[in-house]
């Protein structure tokens, strides 16, 4: 079936290019990008357009780090560092879980807001319980999105109300992965919390069953001081972080490792080596003051890097907010430490978009070829000096524009808001 959308088109086919196709039509075959143009072509005159007249048809975001389980704590909890933070704050909030009710009405919501701000694929944390992941899944996929959502393994270092023995982390996360086959776009993903939560037992199964089974890991890397520093006790014989996961095959070809503040020269080629997903989070390094991420450099050494929400470290769910952050945090990182190139709108607006739907297998920008991941953004009721160009709509939608802007979501091809 053949669906065609008009409107100023603005997508980031590369880091820091926009490309704008104003009163652009995208021509859709079963929610397949066929073509972009300018006009619309011959044969397709007699198809019914879907006009969304001045309006920005953008390319939808993807979260690429987040807590599902910490939804109900986002906005507190701000005043201790990470490790503090996890015990007092984090912990204590992902043990609720274990009531799949309380998972159900979450759940529901954070897909929900997810949905209305323009997020249409994720790559997510749950809690350490089996059936809230499996409700978690299933609630991301009747919303229509898509993504990867990992059962977390922990244990060590938790708390009493929020740690597994490892022969039960092994036997649910087994019992978890047989039930996946449900769900048709959200996938498992392995999830060792990170390495001071995981003992050496534990990462050795977790990498020997990502190699049999084919699946991707996620976990979190060189986030914090005081945190490396214990994963330095934790495996004396490693002289990084990354060595920790490397050690037992959890170093892989599309690994995601959120935040990466403290990666050195050596880390960063590591994660090049074996092309790993670097995700930055800038809301989150600042409120639970992990610090400021190289991110210019490790864009400039060619890593692939990404945004995510980290909620509840972060505090904001909402993409265009964490692309504005992640440019405030680059200038920041400019004139405190390194005197770095910050980062431009259009940077942002690739790394919250392009960069995280790779790691799905999409091309760049709207590819031909590609299921449609887009969002329709109604600038109106901010545009208060007319005649703007299409870059500088882009860079203040990013900076001002809320969920009611969003008039509509297209995920995979379908309409979802
Ligand atoms: N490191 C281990 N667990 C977490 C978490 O929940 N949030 C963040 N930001 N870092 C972590
Ligand atoms: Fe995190």
Same mark, same amino acid.
């Given at each position: 079936?053949?669906?065609?959308?008009?409107?100023?088109?603005?997508?980031?086919?590369?880091?820091?290019?926009?490309?704008?196709?104003?009163?652009?039509?995208?021509?859709?075959?079963?929610?397949?990008?066929?073509?972009?143009?300018?006009?619309?072509?011959?044969?397709?005159?007699?198809?019914?357009?879907?006009?969304?007249?001045?309006?920005?048809?953008?390319?939808?975001?993807?979260?690429?780090?987040?807590?599902?389980?910490?939804?109900?704590?986002?906005?507190?909890?701000?005043?201790?560092?990470?490790?503090?933070?996890?015990?007092?704050?984090?912990?204590?909030?992902?043990?609720?879980?274990?009531?799949?009710?309380?998972?159900?009405?979450?759940?529901?919501?954070?897909?929900?807001?997810?949905?209305?701000?323009?997020?249409?694929?994720?790559?997510?944390?749950?809690?350490?319980?089996?059936?809230?992941?499996?409700?978690?899944?299933?609630?991301?996929?009747?919303?229509?999105?898509?993504?990867?959502?990992?059962?977390?393994?922990?244990?060590?270092?938790?708390?009493?109300?929020?740690?597994?023995?490892?022969?039960?982390?092994?036997?649910?996360?087994?019992?978890?992965?047989?039930?996946?086959?449900?769900?048709?776009?959200?996938?498992?993903? $392995?999830?060792?919390?990170?390495?001071?939560?995981? /003992?050496? *037992?534990?990462?050795?199964? @977790? #990498?020997? +069953? =990502?190699?049999? &089974?084919?699946?991707?890991?996620?976990?979190?890397?060189?986030?914090?001081?005081?945190?490396?520093?214990?994963?330095?006790?934790?495996?004396?014989?490693?002289?990084?972080?990354?060595?920790?996961?490397?050690?037992?095959?959890?170093?892989?070809?599309?690994?995601?490792?959120?935040?990466?503040?403290?990666?050195?020269?050596?880390?960063?080629?590591?994660?090049?080596?074996?092309?790993?997903?670097?995700?930055?989070?800038?809301?989150?390094?600042?409120?639970?003051?992990?610090?400021?991420?190289?991110?210019?450099?490790?864009?400039?050494?060619?890593?692939?890097?990404?945004?995510?929400?980290?909620?509840?470290?972060?505090?904001?769910?909402?993409?265009?907010?964490?692309?504005?952050?992640?440019?405030?945090?680059?200038?920041?990182?400019? $004139?405190?430490?390194?005197?770095?190139?910050?980062? /431009?709108? *259009?940077?942002?607006?690739? @790394? #919250?978009? +392009? =960069?995280?739907? &790779?790691?799905?297998?999409?091309?760049?920008?709207?590819?031909?070829?590609?299921?449609?991941?887009?969002?329709?953004?109604?600038?109106?009721?901010?545009?208060?000096?007319?005649?703007?160009?299409?870059?500088?709509?882009?860079?203040?939608?990013?900076?001002?524009?809320?969920?009611?802007?969003?008039?509509?979501?297209?995920?995979?091809?379908?309409?979802?808001?």
């Amino acid at each position: 079936m053949t669906t065609i959308l008009r409107g100023n088109l603005i997508h980031a086919p590369a880091l820091g290019q926009l490309e704008c196709l104003p009163g652009g039509y995208l021509i859709l075959e079963d929610g397949v990008i066929a073509a972009l143009c300018s006009r619309l072509p011959e044969q397709y005159q007699n198809s019914p357009v879907i006009d969304y007249g001045d309006a920005l048809i953008l390319q939808s975001f993807a979260d690429c780090h987040l807590h599902a389980p910490q939804y109900p704590m986002v906005g507190t909890g701000m005043d201790v560092t990470l490790l503090d933070w996890l015990q007092k704050y984090a912990f204590p909030t992902e043990s609720r879980f274990v009531d799949g009710a309380y998972a159900r009405q979450v759940y529901h919501a954070l897909a929900r807001e997810l949905v209305d701000n323009g997020t249409t694929r994720v790559i997510m944390f749950s809690s350490l319980h089996t059936d809230a992941t499996l409700i978690l899944m299933d609630e991301l996929e009747q919303a229509g999105l898509w993504g990867y959502v990992g059962k977390v393994n922990m244990d060590r270092n938790g708390t009493p109300q929020l740690q597994e023995t490892t022969e039960e982390s092994q036997r649910e996360t087994l019992r978890w992965l047989d039930a996946c086959g449900q769900f048709h776009h959200i996938k498992p993903i $392995l999830t060792p919390r990170f390495t001071p939560s995981c /003992t050496d *037992a534990l990462m050795a199964w @977790l #990498g020997r +069953t =990502a190699a049999e &089974r084919g699946l991707y890991i996620q976990s979190h890397l060189s986030e914090n001081d005081r945190e490396i520093a214990w994963v330095r006790e934790l495996h004396p014989d490693c002289q990084r972080y990354w060595e920790s996961y490397a050690k037992y095959g959890l170093w892989a070809d599309h690994t995601v490792m959120a935040h990466c503040v403290h990666s050195d020269a050596q880390e960063r080629l590591a994660m090049r080596e074996a092309n790993v997903l670097c995700v930055h989070c800038p809301d989150s390094n600042i409120n639970v003051r992990s610090g400021l991420a190289p991110v210019r450099t490790m864009l400039n050494e060619g890593n692939w890097v990404a945004l995510g929400s980290d909620i509840a470290g972060g505090d904001h769910l909402h993409m265009m907010d964490v692309i504005t952050a992640a440019v405030r945090t680059s200038k920041l990182r400019s $004139l405190l430490i390194d005197g770095s190139e910050p980062l /431009t709108a *259009a940077d942002g607006y690739y @790394l #919250g978009t +392009t =960069a995280g739907h &790779r790691y799905f297998g999409a091309g760049a920008g709207f590819a031909v070829g590609d299921a449609l991941h887009a969002i329709v953004v109604d600038d109106s009721g901010i545009d208060t000096m007319g005649n703007m160009n299409f870059t500088d709509r882009l860079e203040r939608a990013l900076y001002r524009a809320k969920s009611e802007q969003i008039v509509a979501v297209w995920a995979g091809g379908k309409q979802i808001k």
